[in-house]
């Protein structure tokens, strides 16, 4: 019992960096998508264009790929960062390709009878956007939101790729050390429960929205 409780402390502290990246990232790249996804349907073709292009890029090849060019492919250019900055960089490009699908998917999914009822109350664009629109758009994309939010989790454990200590890479060297399968099971169960309060943390907004309707 004290082998293992001393495992899930050390491995406990490879979670901080695990914990710190994934707020780094839900906090910027939410706003992020939420701003591209309108920025995409807007009027303006060219700028629809080129985030046409940015959210194909970074939807269309793998994370760790990306991970590597900031990390190992930007110095060659002269732009060299941290670690942790280029992962957290990687991450919210990555994730914010996402979002800005679903939440243009949301936005696109309210009935066009609003934008034209908001329009003979007369308010602008911008105010159609923020008060009624997006508020609704966010609603309804709250389950693939979800989804992400737990790929985060578990997408996290690449940053190993690049020599960042986190909670995957201290269980390999408890497992190295110890020749034990033991942290593994304890590294399971440390991500399972994460994802299981991420889960609950939804569950309870898509409650509270659906007393609200």
């Known amino acids: 019992m ?3 409780l001393d495992v899930t402390r ?3 502290r ?15 790249c939410v706003p992020l998508g939420i701003l591209l996804a309108v920025f995409k349907i807007s009027r303006y073709s060219i700028l629809s264009k080129v985030i046409g292009l940015y959210t194909w890029i970074f ?34 490009l990555n994730y914010s390709a996402y979002l ?29 956007m923020t008060r009624i629109i997006i508020p609704q758009a966010v609603r309804r994309v709250i ?11 578990k ?23 110890d020749f034990t399968i033991t942290p593994f099971i304890i590294a399971a169960l440390l991500y399972l429960g994460i994802s299981s309060v991420i889960v609950a943390i939804f569950r309870k907004i898509e409650d509270r929205y659906s007393i609200s309707d």
């Open 2 to 4: 004290t082998y293992i």
């Open 10 to 12: 050390f491995i406990l």
């Open 14 to 28: 490879g979670a901080i960096t695990t914990f710190n990246l994934y707020i780094v990232t839900a906090m910027l």
């Open 59 to 92: 939807r269309g090849t793998p994370l760790l790929l990306q991970l590597f060019f900031v990390y190992y492919g930007l110095p060659v250019i002269g732009i060299s960062l941290m670690p942790f900055t280029a992962a957290a960089l990687t991450f919210v």
């Open 100 to 128: 800005t699908e679903i939440f243009r998917a949301g936005i696109e999914s309210i009935d066009k009878g609003q934008f034209e009822a908001a329009k003979s109350l007369g308010m602008n664009y911008r105010q159609t």
């Open 143 to 153: 389950p693939p939101t979800c989804n992400e939010a737990i790929n985060l989790v």
């Open 155 to 177: 997408d996290t454990a690449l940053v190993a790729a690049i020599g960042m200590g986190d909670l995957l890479r201290a269980a390999k060297e408890v497992l190295t050390r």
